[in-house]
């Protein structure tokens, strides 16, 4: 169909639509002058019920004060109790009747008529009065001389009251005929504006239909817009998960290979080393942690700007936070020269309710800083307590900084000049971050400095005293022996780097590994062997860490129920969250060191059930651990496997022995000495008591054989142990 047709149905669809609303309206007004008709008559009704209800209270009161007054007088001639208690309650009623020529409706209508306002007042003073005598049966009946001047005062009433209620009538009757000609004059003229508001409305239909189309274009245009904007909104939410997505992969793939790089050098500082290479094994690992650390700020600014920081308060201990400060800054403030002083005012409280990992962020920021700006003098920290907030004031002797700097200094990448940025170094986000973090807390961070005078940083943190924190109670002994127990762990990880170092890592503590690169990988080999733990990797070819481990809570039996740590570059929130939702049971975020990974691991240890067979108690474990402690790693195992392949030709030299005491002496002291530097006790002990049985030369050959059977029974027990270990 043409355009031109489509317009001429259009037309005929607006006219006839415009007649409907015509005709609706027409029906729609005379419905309503209808309805004011009826309700001028139901206000007429009413107007007359109430003037009604007005005559015949004042009636009903008038009635009520005859009846009283012939109860009076009955009472006073008869003098009986029962005609003064019946003239008593006929004052009561009298009283109660009061009300209805005192409500509001009687008050508006009678108000302008000096016979009302003086009648009520006459009444209410006869009332009062009687209240006071008081009038009740004893006084009716007894006291004759107050009963003749209660009639007399009632006396004086009487026309009042009847004159009251004729005038009330004749308002009533007044009244009425106004308000009927009041009606029929609104009638009329509601009808004559009925018919105008018919014109007026089908004048402003007429209009708001040429004004249809107008808005319909102009809807059109606003759906368009509308459209655009969601469009934007699309690309704004899909710019934002990108850029989310973005910093997520940033932070795994930048991550990862510090994992690696940073695992690498902590492996190589721990060997033999000349100082030269020493020196600079130690610049290339602080390279490594400054590169870590502007990482760090980053995704910081990033979490801060997604609303990602969290703060946790805890129980702390502000002396003990300002030690661990010492500890780490004083190497740096040493290297330059410069004289650490951080102090602890007296007042400060020895709990207070903080989280101490961003408490640390930011003094360890502002402290690092007045150390890099300060090239002599000295650097401070001064801890102090006010009724509202802890006080930590950082002071240096450094350069200072005129306004201008100071106005530029918490701006994100800003160092105040770009000369401090060329000498320094540094991303410029640290004191940004520290201050968002302190007004995370409640607080703020100002400063104060002049060029070439120092500079004193302040944070005011509203950190509430509170009760000290719980001890965690002393791990029992076979806790303690889990602490040696060799593990069998799954680790899943696709890099190359971090393969190797966590497979040095865990040699050199003792624990089993097998290694995957992938999730898939992972689930088959879980499937297939039992392990103690699994070291889940996030993000991996073919299925990632989540897949893998919704695939193993499914697995059958006690498979499903393997303990999972996810060991991941990404360090985001939300990632941690996802990693638990998907079924682990633990988050460690890349790099992570030594001792956090050796940490982790005896923890899971303990937390593993003994195992029921054989017991350990022919083993010092003490021996294990110095000797993993002294030596390589690749040196431990084959101390063992040395002595256990030696075991079957002991036995054999024993057994061979018979009761020759000098061969027994000599096979029996040269098994003490090996089994003692092993840590094998049960064979050091049952060799002992071989070698002396044989020294003494007064032993019989029963006791002898004897000694020889339990130390061959303590080397196979001790054989089966090292096999236990993994180090047969």
Request: aromatic share 4%; net charge neutral.
């Given at each position: 169909?043409?355009?031109?047709?489509?317009?001429?149905?259009?037309?005929?669809?607006l006219?006839?639509l415009l007649?409907?609303m015509?005709?609706?309206?027409?029906?729609?007004?005379?419905?309503?002058?209808?309805l004011?008709?009826?309700?001028?008559?139901?206000l007429n009704?009413?107007?007359r019920?109430?003037?009604?209800?007005?005559?015949?209270?004042?009636?009903q009161f008038e009635?009520?004060?005859?009846?009283?007054?012939?109860a009076?007088?009955?009472?006073?001639?008869?003098?009986?109790?029962?005609?003064a208690?019946?003239?008593?309650?006929?004052?009561?009623?009298?009283?109660?009747?009061l009300?209805l020529i005192e409500g509001?409706y009687?008050?508006?209508?009678l108000?302008?008529?000096?016979?009302?306002?003086?009648?009520?007042?006459?009444?209410?003073?006869?009332?009062?009065w009687?209240?006071a005598?008081?009038?009740?049966?004893a006084?009716i009946?007894?006291?004759?001389?107050?009963m003749?001047?209660?009639?007399?005062?009632m006396?004086?009433?009487?026309?009042?009251?009847?004159?009251l209620s004729?005038?009330?009538?004749?308002?009533?009757?007044?009244?009425?005929?106004?308000?009927?000609?009041?009606?029929?004059?609104?009638?009329?003229l509601?009808?004559?504006?009925t018919?105008?508001?018919?014109?007026?409305?089908?004048?402003?239909?007429?209009?708001?239909?040429?004004?249809?189309?107008?808005?319909d274009r102009?809807?059109?245009?606003?759906?368009?817009?509308a459209?655009?904007?969601?469009?934007?909104?699309?690309?704004a939410?899909a710019?934002?998960?990108?850029?989310s997505?973005?910093?997520?992969?940033m932070?795994?793939?930048?991550?990862?290979?510090?994992?690696?790089l940073?695992?690498?050098?902590?492996?190589?500082?721990?060997g033999?080393?000349?100082?030269?290479?020493?020196?600079q094994?130690?610049?290339?690992?602080?390279?490594?942690?400054?590169?870590?650390?502007?990482?760090?700020?980053v995704?910081?600014?990033?979490?801060?700007?997604?609303?990602?920081?969290t703060?946790?308060?805890?129980?702390?201990?502000?002396?003990?936070?300002?030690?661990e400060?010492?500890?780490?800054?004083?190497?740096?403030?040493?290297?330059?020269?410069?004289?650490?002083?951080?102090?602890?005012?007296a007042?400060?409280?020895?709990?207070?309710?903080a989280?101490?990992?961003?408490?640390?962020?930011?003094?360890?920021?502002?402290l690092?800083?007045?150390i890099?700006?300060?090239e002599?003098?000295?650097?401070?920290?001064?801890?102090?307590?006010?009724?509202e907030?802890l006080?930590?004031?950082?002071?240096?002797?450094?350069?200072?900084?005129?306004?201008?700097?100071q106005?530029?200094?918490f701006?994100?990448?800003?160092?105040?000049?770009?000369?401090?940025?060329?000498?320094?170094?540094g991303?410029?986000?640290?004191?940004?971050?520290?201050?968002n973090?302190?007004r995370?807390?409640?607080?703020?961070?100002?400063?104060?400095?002049?060029?070439?005078?120092?500079?004193v940083?302040?944070a005011?943190?509203?950190?509430?005293?509170?009760?000290?924190?719980?001890?965690?109670?002393?791990p029992?002994?076979?806790?303690?022996?889990?602490?040696?127990?060799?593990?069998?762990?799954?680790?899943?990880e696709?890099?190359?780097t971090?393969?190797?170092?966590?497979?040095?890592?865990?040699?050199?503590?003792g624990h089993?590994?097998?290694?995957c690169e992938?999730?898939?990988?992972?689930?088959?080999?879980l499937?297939?062997?039992?392990?103690d733990l699994v070291?889940?990797?996030l993000h991996?070819?073919?299925?990632?860490?989540?897949?893998?481990a919704?695939a193993?809570?499914?697995?059958?039996?006690?498979?499903?129920r393997?303990?999972i740590?996810?060991?991941?570059?990404?360090?985001f929130?939300?990632?941690?969250?996802?990693a638990?939702?998907?079924?682990?049971?633990?988050?460690l975020?890349?790099?992570?060191?030594?001792?956090?990974?050796?940490?982790?691991?005896?923890?899971?240890?303990?937390a593993?059930?003994?195992?029921?067979?054989?017991?350990?108690?022919?083993f010092?474990?003490?021996?294990?651990?110095?000797?993993r402690?002294s030596l390589?790693?690749?040196?431990?195992?084959?101390?063992?496997?040395?002595?256990v392949?030696?075991?079957?030709?002991?036995?054999?030299?024993?057994?061979?022995?018979?009761?020759?005491v000098?061969?027994l002496?000599a096979e029996?002291h040269?098994?003490?000495?090996?089994?003692?530097?092993l840590?094998?006790?049960?064979?050091t002990?049952?060799?002992?008591?071989?070698?002396?049985?044989?020294?003494s030369g007064?032993?019989?050959a029963?006791?002898l054989?004897?000694?020889?059977?339990?130390l061959?029974?303590?080397?196979?027990?001790?054989?089966?142990l090292?096999?236990?270990?993994?180090?047969?």
């Amino acid at each position: 169909m043409s355009a031109a047709a489509t317009v001429p149905r259009r037309q005929r669809r607006l006219r006839l639509l415009l007649a409907s609303m015509g005709v609706l309206l027409v029906m729609a007004f005379g419905a309503v002058g209808l309805l004011q008709s009826r309700q001028f008559e139901l206000l007429n009704t009413t107007s007359r019920y109430q003037g009604d209800y007005l005559v015949w209270s004042l009636f009903q009161f008038e009635v009520e004060y005859l009846k009283l007054r012939l109860a009076l007088t009955q009472a006073r001639q008869d003098r009986s109790p029962e005609a003064a208690e019946q003239a008593a309650q006929r004052y009561e009623i009298f009283v109660s009747r009061l009300s209805l020529i005192e409500g509001e409706y009687a008050a508006k209508v009678l108000s302008a008529n000096p016979d009302y306002q003086r009648t009520l007042e006459r009444t209410k003073a006869f009332v009062q009065w009687a209240d006071a005598l008081p009038l009740n049966a004893a006084l009716i009946q007894q006291q004759a001389p107050s009963m003749q001047q209660l009639l007399d005062r009632m006396d004086g009433l009487a026309d009042a009251i009847r004159e009251l209620s004729l005038t009330a009538s004749h308002h009533v009757a007044n009244q009425v005929s106004g308000r009927h000609e009041m009606v029929r004059s609104q009638s009329s003229l509601s009808l004559w504006l009925t018919a105008l508001q018919c014109l007026l409305s089908l004048g402003v239909a007429l209009i708001v239909i040429r004004q249809f189309r107008s808005l319909d274009r102009h809807g059109r245009e606003q759906e368009a817009l509308a459209e655009t904007l969601r469009q934007a909104r699309q690309e704004a939410e899909a710019g934002s998960r990108a850029k989310s997505i973005f910093l997520a992969n940033m932070s795994h793939e930048l991550r990862t290979p510090m994992h690696g790089l940073m695992g690498m050098l902590s492996l190589l500082q721990d060997g033999q080393l000349q100082p030269a290479q020493r020196e600079q094994l130690q610049a290339a690992h602080e390279s490594a942690r400054h590169l870590l650390a502007i990482l760090n700020d980053v995704l910081d600014v990033s979490k801060m700007e997604a609303g990602g920081i969290t703060i946790q308060p805890e129980a702390m201990q502000p002396a003990r936070l300002v030690q661990e400060l010492e500890e780490l800054l004083w190497p740096q403030a040493s290297a330059k020269g410069l004289d650490l002083s951080l102090r602890l005012d007296a007042e400060v409280p020895a709990w207070v309710s903080a989280d101490p990992t961003r408490l640390r962020q930011i003094l360890l920021n502002l402290l690092s800083n007045a150390i890099k700006f300060s090239e002599r003098g000295r650097v401070g920290l001064r801890v102090s307590s006010t009724a509202e907030a802890l006080v930590f004031e950082v002071s240096d002797t450094g350069l200072g900084m005129d306004a201008a700097t100071q106005a530029k200094l918490f701006q994100r990448f800003s160092q105040g000049d770009q000369t401090r940025s060329r000498r320094f170094g540094g991303t410029g986000l640290g004191l940004e971050i520290s201050r968002n973090l302190a007004r995370a807390m409640g607080g703020d961070i100002e400063v104060r400095s002049e060029p070439g005078r120092g500079s004193v940083f302040t944070a005011r943190l509203p950190l509430p005293p509170c009760p000290a924190a719980a001890e965690a109670p002393a791990p029992p002994p076979a806790a303690m022996a889990a602490l040696a127990r060799r593990l069998r762990i799954l680790v899943a990880e696709d890099h190359l780097t971090n393969r190797s170092f966590l497979e040095a890592v865990l040699e050199r503590l003792g624990h089993a590994a097998v290694f995957c690169e992938n999730g898939f990988d992972a689930l088959q080999q879980l499937k297939a062997a039992d392990f103690d733990l699994v070291l889940m990797d996030l993000h991996m070819p073919m299925m990632d860490g989540y897949q893998a481990a919704r695939a193993m809570r499914e697995l059958p039996g006690s498979k499903s129920r393997t303990r999972i740590i996810a060991l991941s570059a990404d360090a985001f929130e939300e990632s941690r969250e996802r990693a638990l939702q998907a079924g682990m049971d633990g988050f460690l975020a890349k790099p992570v060191g030594i001792a956090a990974l050796a940490a982790l691991l005896d923890e899971e240890a303990r937390a593993l059930p003994t195992a029921p067979a054989l017991p350990d108690t022919g083993f010092d474990d003490s021996v294990l651990l110095e000797l993993r402690r002294s030596l390589p790693p690749t040196k431990i195992a084959p101390l063992y496997q040395t002595f256990v392949r030696g075991v079957p030709a002991s036995l054999q030299r024993l057994q061979a022995a018979g009761a020759d005491v000098a061969l027994l002496r000599a096979e029996a002291h040269a098994l003490k000495g090996a089994s003692a530097s092993l840590g094998l006790i049960s064979v050091t002990a049952a060799a002992r008591e071989l070698e002396l049985l044989a020294k003494s030369g007064s032993a019989d050959a029963s006791a002898l054989q004897r000694a020889v059977q339990a130390l061959l029974s303590a080397m196979q027990r001790s054989a089966e142990l090292c096999a236990r270990r993994g180090l047969g």
